[in-house]
């Protein structure tokens, strides 16, 4: 597909755990086909908890004529079941995986056979050579987990070094972290595209909420700003959509390859970004 805007785009969703969320999903995703995506991902949950609902999810995306790419988790996976998910997708018509370490499930123990993005990545090129298209995660603003930034940044070479074609950032809203990382990489001879994630603000709470969980910073200014509209959600809303779009001409500017959107499974925002940058 094309995009209707004059660059490469595509979306990110989550399983619903209700039928009502799933109706509303598919709402969602035809409002924002219109805008021709690249392709749209689903997430996979903590340890592997959602993967019904990411497969089930990425097969009606598949039949709805889009591209879909999965996330895919190996904390607490085997060869074997990595294995198995990776024919299943196959047959399924899945062209794209998003690969990834994953988060550990609440109180679990375990690690599984993998240990790394890394091992994981290396395991499906040499199980399935060139079958699958690879994307990792990049962290501009560094892996909150990392001992530091240059420990970070070789454990993103070892997923390119791994097999990875491309990679989809952290969202974040600051630029110069993310043409800084790209410096950083370029500089290391990792020549795929970085493409930089998304974050739409529609809502102040929910954002500092998976700021304080993920690492992302948000900008002293940006914060302040939320917390002065209070409850004013319209105003909250209406400011999110300048500074967002803001960002994403910058990116652009700066050459880009594309931008992947967090949709949390909604479309208005987005698509009143991509308008105003159409």
Known sequence: MKSAVPFPLSFEFFPPKTPEGAEK?????????VLKPEFCSVTFGAGGSTQEGTFN??????AEGASAASHFSCIGATRATVREQL??????????????RGDLPSGYGGGGEFQYASDLVAFIRAETGDDFHIEVAAYPEIHPQAKSASSDLQAFASKVNAGANSAITQYFYNS??????????????LGIPVVPGI?????????????????????RWIRLRLQGYGDDTASIKAFGLDVVTDLCEQLRAGGAPGLHFYSMNQ????????????
């Open 25 to 33: 999903l598919r709402l969602v995703r035809q409002q924002l086909y």
């Open 57 to 62: 999810t990425v097969r009606e995306i598949l």
């Open 87 to 100: 024919t299943t997708l196959k047959t399924m018509g899945v062209k794209r995986l998003v690969a990834l």
């Open 176 to 189: 110069d972290a993310y043409f800084r990382f790209l410096e950083d990489t370029d500089a290391l001879g």
């Open 199 to 219: 974050m739409p603000i529609t809502s102040s709470t929910q954002l500092m909420r998976f700021s304080d969980a993920c690492g992302a910073e948000i900008p």
């Open 267 to 278: 479309s208005a925002a987005t698509i009143e970004i991509c308008s105003r940058l159409a």
